[in-house]
């Protein structure tokens, strides 16, 4: 990264973004406390259970009942019995789910932050959503917004004649602030009524002064690159473009 | 190793087992080997679905021998020990009740603080830094040096750069300074207070929400 200060400022500048996120910060890993102590209690109960019966065979007593009983049971039913088929079939998928437990990270609704010094932070998606959620909501006008997160997109609806494209422009610039590790994607689009009418007018009288056709085609160009599968960006965009020209 | 390494291995080799065997019996149940044109080793366990799960001649080969019983016995006995060992370390606090500290040109003394005295510091630092409504911190152990593990609730419509920022400069650079810790990292925790709860993720399933009156 500080080689890359040296090159002519035309390279460097989109170079920038790309190099940061560079130092890969790892996910959190959830410590799997609940799973291991259902995990170890069943385990201990079976264990000590069966370690008391061989004892006390050993020592003279006869076997429990559950012993036997399972002995036989294990000795007189075959492989395609349904009870037993049933019983494998449950303990496939026990095993591969307490597997997943075992490899996933687990976590998930913590997206880390770039790191600062020694201080490994992280936001929780939710609060990501809020901090996005209140910032979209004083924006003019946004009557009505949801939000949705997930940990690879923020899906935002909003309801009312603002232009969702400026909106993601600015949403875009309220999430660049959070400094998250990872990429996050950011769709805006409109939902509902006041999606065609109000749209256009709205967004020229209200938004920055100048240059205002340069970043409406340039907002628009970026939300039709950025999110071509929503249904709502993708028509809108060229309509967009063509109009501020 | 941490709890959280040894956790997830245990877990896994648990579920590798219970996965394996199932799906040896599942295999054999349903007499997959034939059907796939497999065939299976002559001592494969479970490979037809005609001989019972565990036959009492498989249960009792080794019954005569003379170190059969001494090795189930003292096998599930270091089983029992080693899965007590394991529930017992979920059950402890996870991190240590002091930390030593370096008293560097002085022998022969040993100085220890209470971890509740440094998170009670940390924290009487942070809740002062701005955007912060609530903190707790935990000391943990780390690989190498115990780590700071702070969950910060901020204000809505703060900067969470910003308090990262503050708190790497301010508690935590002060604690270990001032304790004169060669490391004290830290983890920290950001959750968001929302200001306006019904347009923030999450309740995305009806467009109108009943209202109770």
Same mark, same amino acid.
């Given at each position: 990264m500080s080689g890359g200060g040296g090159e002519p400022l035309a390279g460097d500048t989109p170079a920038d973004p790309a190099a940061e996120p560079a130092p890969k910060v790892p996910r959190l890993r959830a410590p799997r406390t609940t799973a291991a102590v259902v995990v170890a209690t069943v385990l201990l109960i079976l264990a000590v259970a069966l370690l008391y019966d061989v004892v006390a065979v050993r020592a003279g007593q006869p076997a429990r009942q559950w012993r036997t009983d399972l002995a036989d049971e294990l000795a007189a039913r075959?492989?395609?019995?349904l009870a037993v088929l049933l019983g494998a079939g449950a303990a496939t998928l026990l095993g591969g789910w307490l597997l997943w437990l075992a490899l996933a990270p687990g976590l998930g609704r913590w997206l880390p932050l770039r790191p600062h010094g020694d201080t490994a932070a992280a936001i929780d998606r939710a609060g990501v959503a809020a901090l996005l959620a209140d910032r979209a909501a004083v924006?003019?006008?946004?009557?009505h917004l949801k939000v949705r997160i997930n940990r690879r997109r923020v899906r935002i609806a909003l309801v009312g004649p603002a232009d969702p494209a400026s909106v993601q422009r600015q949403l875009r610039a309220e999430l660049a602030a959070v400094t998250l590790a990872g990429p996050l994607r950011l769709d805006v689009r409109t939902a509902g009524? &006041?999606?065609?009418? *109000?749209a256009a007018p709205v967004s020229e009288e209200e938004?920055?002064?100048?240059?205002q056709p340069v970043r409406e085609g340039s907002a628009a160009r970026g939300s039709a690159a950025k999110g &071509?599968?929503?249904? *709502?960006?993708a028509p809108e965009g060229p309509a967009r473009g063509g109009g501020g020209e | 190793m941490s709890r959280t390494a040894v956790n997830r291995l245990l877990l896994g080799v648990v579920g590798a087992v219970l996965l394996v065997a199932g799906l040896l019996v599942l295999l054999g149940g349903l007499d997959l080997y034939r059907r796939l044109g497999l065939d299976p080793p002559?001592?494969?366990?479970?490979?037809?679905?005609?001989?019972?799960?565990?036959?009492v001649r498989a249960r009792t080969?080794?019954?005569?021998?003379?170190?059969w019983w001494p090795v189930v016995i003292g096998g599930l006995s270091l089983l029992v020990l080693g899965i007590g060992w394991w529930l017992l370390a979920q059950l402890r606090?996870?991190?240590?009740a002091t930390v030593l500290l370096p008293t560097p040109g002085v022998s022969g003394l040993r100085l220890r603080l209470r971890t509740r005295a440094l998170e009670e510091a940390v924290e009487s630092g942070a809740v002062?830094?701005?955007?912060?409504?609530r903190v707790g911190v935990r000391l943990v152990r780390g690989r190498r040096h115990p780590r700071l593990r702070a969950a910060v609730r901020m204000t809505p419509g703060g900067d969470p750069a910003a308090l990262a920022e503050h708190f790497e400069t301010g508690p935590r650079t002060g604690a270990r300074a001032s304790l004169g810790l060669p490391e004290l990292p830290a983890e920290l925790r950001i959750r968001v207070v929302a200001a306006?709860?019904?347009?923030?993720?999450?309740?995305?399933?009806?467009?109108k929400r009943p209202r109770v009156l």
């Open positions: 075959h492989p395609d019995d924006l003019p006008g946004v009557e009524r &006041g999606r065609r009418a *109000g938004s920055v002064p100048q240059e &071509g599968a929503p249904e *709502g960006t | 002559s001592r494969w366990p479970l490979a037809s679905p005609d001989r019972p799960v565990l036959g080969r080794w019954e005569d021998r003379s170190w606090r996870s991190g240590p002062v830094l701005p955007e912060v409504e306006r709860p019904e347009v923030t993720g999450r309740q995305h399933r009806r467009n």
